[in-house]
């Protein structure tokens, strides 16, 4: 099967400090998604990446998807207490739109 | 709020009963997805439908579990004869389909087996 490696597996910051987290792979995606969790709640869209090389901000957060298409990293900068939460990577492949997710990343914020 | 609409939010069931959990793709979508997620754990794939049609059910448990998204109404994941093991978060998702794989996921139906 397809093997996902996500890590740090979790993480406990000081606020304002950079975050970052990755995702590496033995296959080859078409796409990386990178989604959020707070407790109890389904998984929350940040960013979508297509093509292999692409970085995309949004807000705070970046996320690139390598030249190698086995990998992503996601940046978040100048973290905030609401970062709080369980950030997955998600790849897609082939065309029927089925994600693949990593085991997670627990980021917790000190204020 | 035109999200993804799922219910129950909380199902307990005891073992050996039936359960159903609906969802309501967002408007506009036409591929519908369910994950189920088990604590401290990533969501895992279950099926994927479009209307009338199941397209990748590969994630599927081979027995006790059916999915169907019919023509109208919401899509279901049926779980008979439920066991202790099934117990998780399921989530369901959906998209436009195309060559987006932006998935919008709804709140999730959390599962207890008693």
């Known amino acids: 099967g397809q093997q996902l490696n996500q890590s740090p597996q979790s993480m406990f910051i000081q606020e304002g400090e950079d975050v970052s987290m990755n995702c590496t792979s033995s296959?080859?995606?078409?796409?990386w998604l990178w989604y959020k969790q707070d407790p109890g709640e389904g998984p929350v869209l940040l960013i979508a990446l297509y093509k292999a090389g692409e970085l995309t901000s949004n807000g705070r957060l970046t996320a690139q998807f390598g030249i190698t298409r086995k990998d992503s990293f996601l940046n978040i900068s100048a973290s905030i207490p609401s970062d709080v939460g369980i950030y997955f990577c998600?790849?897609?492949?082939?065309?029927?739109?089925?994600?693949?997710f990593g085991q997670g990343t627990t980021l917790q914020v000190k204020p | 709020n035109a999200g993804v609409m799922q219910n129950p939010r909380h199902l307990v069931r005891r073992r050996g009963q039936e359960a159903r959990l609906r969802c309501s793709p967002m408007k506009g979508h036409s591929h519908v997805y369910w994950y189920r997620q088990l604590p401290e754990e990533g969501l895992k794939f279950m099926v994927y439908l479009q209307k009338e049609n199941i397209i990748d059910e590969s994630g599927m448990p081979k027995e006790r579990f059916s999915a169907e998204f019919p023509k109208e109404g919401p899509s279901i994941l049926r779980i008979q004869q439920v066991v202790r093991g099934d117990s998780a978060a399921y989530f369901c998702a959906s998209s436009p389909g195309g060559l987006r794989y932006e998935a919008f996921f709804g709140q999730g139906t959390r599962l207890t087996v008693v």
């Open positions: 296959s080859i995606f078409n796409t």
């Open positions: 998600a790849p897609g492949s082939g065309n029927t739109g089925k994600l693949i």
